[in-house]
C-alpha cells in the first residue's frame, strides 16, 4: 500500500528519520526479492526492475512480463541462515513465559516459531524489533481472580521500516530509548456497506504512556489527529527492543544479504532477456528464392504443413530454413551462470551440495558463515536476554530472573558432521579412558550424531542410574554354593583377588 503521509516534516508524527530515509530503498529491494517480486500481489514489481523497451507495444511487454521468472535463492538462503539460528532452549524463564511457550504473541505462535520470523527480518532487514506489551485489566475484584483470568505479557514483531522515528540518549553508557514512533496499519470499517478502510496509525511510545494518532488533510494541510487519551503503562522504560544482525545499536546495521538480492535482480533481467532470445529465436525462419508470382504480381502465400508442397521455378530456386548463428546466445547463457556462481557464493547452497567444490574452498567460505552465525548468535541471545526481562517486569516476575535467565543456543552451527572414521576415534579414546563420558557425548552431539536438543547432563544422571540398577540386579542373581547337605554355604572371599 502505497502511503502519502508527509515524512519530513518533523513537525508531524509521520516524520521518517534521516537514517532511515536512506535505508527504505533497500529495504524496499529486499522486500520485493523475499516476495519474490510479488508485492502487492499479480507480480506488480516486476515492472519495477524489468523495463519496457522503446518502441516495444504494450502488450508484448505485459507478455514478456508473465514469461519472466525469478529464482528464489534471496529467500531460500535467508531461510537456511535462519533455521540455524533456530536451535535453542529456554534456561530459567519466568512462570508465565514457561506457561505460554506455545503461545507468545496471541496468534498461537510458539517461541521457536516466533524467533524465527524474528531471524529471517533481521537478516534480510539487517534487523527487527520485538515489542513486549501486556493484555489488557480484566474486571477481577481480587488478586486471585487476576491470576486466574489469563492475563499475561505477549510479543510483537516490528518490521524495521514501521519504526519510522525515535530518540536515543545514553546514561552511565547505557543505552536508553527516550520515544519511538511505530507506524501499523489498521482496518477501519466502512462508513455504509461491509466494506473496509486501511489507514496508517501511528503509535509514540515513551517511558509509561502511548500515545495514539491518525493523519489527516484539511484545506491542503496534513493535520494529526489524536485518537483517545494517553495510554498509561506500568513500564518506566519504552518496551521496545532491537535485534540487529550486525551491531546492537538502536535501529543502527547494514542490510547484510543486499549484495545478494542486486545479483538475484542482475540474474533475473538476464534470464528474462535471455528466454526473450530463446522465445523468438526458437522458431526456425523458412526462407523461399525463386517464388513463382501470381497474375497479380504477389507471390503464392507459403503454406507449412506434412501434406504440403512448395513450388519453385527450375532454375534459381530454393527453399531452407534459417536458424539463428553466431556466439551470442552461448555468451549470454554463460554470464548467466557467472551471476549464478556469484550467488552461490553470497549465499548458503554450499551448505546443501547445490555445487560441487573442494575441500578447502567449503571449509574456507564455511568458515566465513561461521563467523557471521556467531555475531547473529550473540545479538540474538542479548536481545533475548532484554525481552525476557521486559516480559518479567509486566508480569511480576522479576524475582524469578537470575544470571542463567535467557536461551541456550550453540554457537557452533554448522561444523562438520562426524564421519564414520572420527566416531570410531572417539569410541576408542573413551575405552582408552583418555576422554570422559561428557566429552566424548559432547563431541557426537557437535558433529551431529546426536540431537542438538538432547542434554547431556540429564543423560548422564541416567546412564550413572542404570549402571547402578544393573549392578544391583547382579548382586542379586549370585548363586550361593550348596554344601553336600544341600544348604547354602557361606561365601567366602579369596584374599588374594583384589592383588
Known amino acids: 500500500m502505497q502511503i502519502v503521509h508527509p515524512s519530513s516534516d518533523p513537525a508531524l508524527v509521520s516524520y521518517h528519520r534521516p537514517e532511515l530515509v536512506d535505508t527504505l530503498p533497500s529495504l524496499e529491494l529486499a522486500l520485493d526479492c523475499w516476495n519474490l517480486l510479488d508485492t502487492g500481489g499479480r507480480g506488480l514489481a516486476k515492472g519495477k526492475y524489468l523495463h519496457k523497451e522503446p518502441a516495444e507495444p504494450k502488450a508484448a511487454y505485459t507478455e514478456r512480463l508473465h514469461r519472466s521468472t525469478y529464482t528464489p535463492i534471496y529467500r531460500d538462503s535467508i531461510r537456511a541462515y535462519a533455521g540455524l539460528l533456530n536451535r535453542f532452549q529456554l534456561a530459567s524463564p519466568p512462570p508465565s513465559l514457561a506457561a505460554h511457550e506455545h503461545n507468545v ?15 529471517e527480518y533481521a537478516i534480510r532487514d539487517g534487523g527487527v524489533f520485538i515489542m513486549v506489551d501486556m493484555m489488557p485489566e480484566s474486571d477481577a475484584n481480587n488478586f486471585l481472580d487476576q491470576q486466574r483470568d489469563g492475563r499475561h505479557p505477549y510479543l510483537i514483531l516490528v518490521e524495521r521500516k514501521d519504526v519510522i522515528n525515535w530518540a536515543v540518549e545514553y546514561q552511565n553508557g547505557r543505552e536508553f530509548v527516550h520515544h519511538a514512533t511505530i507506524r501499523q496499519m489498521r ?95 526458437a522458431m526456425p525462419v523458412p526462407v523461399r528464392k525463386g517464388a513463382p508470382v501470381g497474375p497479380d504480381g504477389r507471390p503464392a502465400p507459403l503454406i507449412l504443413g506434412p501434406n504440403t508442397a512448395v513450388d519453385l521455378p527450375g532454375e534459381g530456386g530454393e527453399f531452407s530454413f534459417a536458424e539463428p548463428t553466431g556466439k551470442s546466445l552461448e555468451r549470454h547463457q554463460a554470464e548467466v551462470q557467472h551471476v549464478e556462481m556469484l550467488m552461490d557464493r553470497s549465499g548458503l547452497n554450499f551448505l546443501y551440495g547445490a555445487n560441487i567444490k573442494t575441500a578447502t574452498e567449503a571449509s574456507l567460505r564455511a568458515s566465513q558463515v561461521a563467523s557471521q552465525v556467531s555475531a547473529l548468535v550473540r545479538n540474538k541471545t542479548s536481545s533475548f536476554n532484554t525481552v525476557m526481562r521486559l516480559w518479567a517486569a509486566y508480569s511480576g516476575e522479576l524475582s524469578s530472573i537470575n544470571s542463567e535467565s535467557g536461551i541456550v543456543l550453540n554457537d557452533s552451527l ?79 572371599q579369596n584374599p588374594l583377588a583384589k592383588q
Open 414 to 492: 554448522i561444523n562438520r558432521p562426524l564421519d564414520p572414521s572420527g566416531m570410531a576415534q572417539l569410541v576408542n579414546l573413551f575405552n582408552s579412558e583418555i576422554l570422559s563420558h561428557e566429552t566424548i557425548l559432547g563431541e557426537l552431539q557437535r558433529g551431529g550424531v546426536l540431537d542438538p536438543d538432547l542434554r547431556i547432563q540429564e543423560e548422564l544422571k541416567r546412564i550413572s542410574k542404570e549402571k547402578t540398577q544393573r549392578v544391583s540386579e547382579s548382586a542379586n542373581n549370585v548363586v550361593q554354593p550348596q554344601s553336600p547337605t544341600g544348604k547354602a554355604e557361606p561365601v567366602t
Open 105 to 119: 504473541d496471541l496468534q498461537g505462535s510458539s517461541v521457536q516459531s516466533f524467533w524465527n520470523h524474528c531471524d
Open 187 to 281: 482496518s477501519v470499517p466502512a462508513e455504509s456497506g461491509y466494506g473496509t478502510t486501511i489507514e496508517p496509525v501511528y503509535y509514540v511510545l515513551k517511558p509509561g504512556q502511548v500515545d495514539v494518532y491518525r493523519m489527516e488533510k484539511k484545506d491542503n494541510r496534513w493535520l494529526q489527529v489524536k485518537i483517545g487519551g494517553t495510554l498509561q503503562t506500568s513500564m518506566p522504560i519504552v518496551p521496545l527492543v532491537w535485534y540487529g544482525s550486525s551491531t546492537s545499536k538502536f535501529a543502527q546495521g547494514d542490510l547484510p544479504m543486499n549484495g545478494l538480492a542486486e545479483l538475484s535482480i542482475q540474474h533475473y533481467q538476464m534470464r528474462s532477456d535471455l528466454q526473450e532470445l530463446l522465445h523468438k529465436c
